[in-house]
């Protein structure tokens, strides 16, 4: 749902956000080192111009979004905008809050927005599935959404598939309550520990993917499309796999 700017909640809430916008840095680099975060292939992101990072999602509370986001920004200096649940935008306040730190809903018009600007844009095209996953099949991705493959054809944008290891194993999630699924729009997580496991976190970031070569019409042919998307998830499957093949996981 989309609320107008000049809306009192929702300004309040960009104000709210730019008063507290220390305190997220802070937590990041505390974080970073709560977790011993390790990060690789910072090579393969662009420093400036559109691209797409695409990741697994995971961790019931969504420390990955939020460490995946602020790592990009501080050691970037750029603010990636990352598509989120649209629970977090039922309102004026919490939308003008996520908008202030580069959230926005699962949107294709905007996204396509985001790219035409020359933003980064981060998707996590698990969505609540992958988010709230129980920790019984942790590190198994779940099915993709494809909405991102149009996304980059349309706009030319690289793809970079990103590895989040570790937020699996952040807090041990024992089951996804539907019960409230019609009320707020989304599942529940059950976490049995609110406080995070110092699970060690490793982010990887794969070679990009060019898809200047696609054209509009590419994108109509939708066993093209689903092979794209499932080449990327094979892709992030496989570079978790190796990644944990000789792990010690905090949660088993």
Known sequence: MAFQENDPQFEFGAQLGAILKVLPESLHDFFCDYFRLEIHGWEHLPLNGRGIVVANHSDALGFDAFMLGYSLRKTLSRKPRIMAHSFWFDSPLKSGLMRHFGFFPADLREGLQVLRDDNMLVIFPEGADGNFKVSSS??????????????????????????????????????????????????VPFVLNPIPFPAKWKIIFLPPIDFSKYSKKDIKDARFVKEINQNIRYRIQHEINREIKDRDLIIT
Do not use: C, Q, R
């Open 138 to 187: 942790m590190y198994k991705l779940v099915d993709f959404n494809p909405g991102f493959v149009p996304l980059a054809i349309m706009e030319k944008a690289p793809v970079i598939p990103a590895v989040i290891i570790g937020a699996e194993e952040t807090h041990y999630n024992l089951a996804k309550i539907d019960l409230f699924k019609d009320i707020i729009g989304a599942s």
